[in-house]
């Protein structure tokens, strides 16, 4: 499985950002999709991720702002971010994995990631 992620850049504080994240090789539409991030000097943390059934999880640093949701058909996984702060800015990396639901947050259950993409939110 590949994965190809797109969509960060710059915003400003407030603002909003869609990422986008392909997947290509054996997916079969059953493997969880998640998106986790790492600012500098800091842990890789978890954001959000969807299992196969259509369930999300967030991370309560997220909840009510940002949004997953994927498109089976074109093995694509989205993250709607809105309401961006400074603290969000990180580089993103879209994860995918056979994850039950209440592994969803465990960085070590996925066993594909993509290249990353920069997010900057500046105040």
């Known amino acids: 499985v590949q994965l190809q992620a797109s969509g960060g850049g710059l915003v400003q504080a407030g603002g909003s950002l869609r990422l986008s994240c392909a997947a290509s090789?054996?997916?079969?539409?059953?493997?969880?999709m998640a998106w986790f991030r790492q600012a500098p000097g800091k842990e890789r943390e978890f954001v959000a991720a969807?299992?196969?059934?259509?369930?999300?999880a967030y991370a309560d640093s997220v909840k009510g702002r940002f949004a997953i949701s994927r498109d089976n058909a074109k093995n694509t996984v989205y993250l709607q971010m809105n309401s961006l702060k400074p603290e969000d800015t990180a580089v993103y990396y879209c994860?995918?994995?056979?994850?039950?639901?209440?592994?969803?947050?465990?960085?070590?259950?996925?066993?594909?990631w993509g290249q990353g993409t920069q997010v900057t939110v500046s105040s």
């Open positions: 090789g054996r997916t079969g539409g059953r493997h969880a």
């Open positions: 994860a995918a994995g056979r994850v039950i639901y209440s592994g969803l947050g465990q960085r070590r259950a996925y066993d594909y």
């Open positions: 969807m299992n196969g059934g259509g369930s999300p």
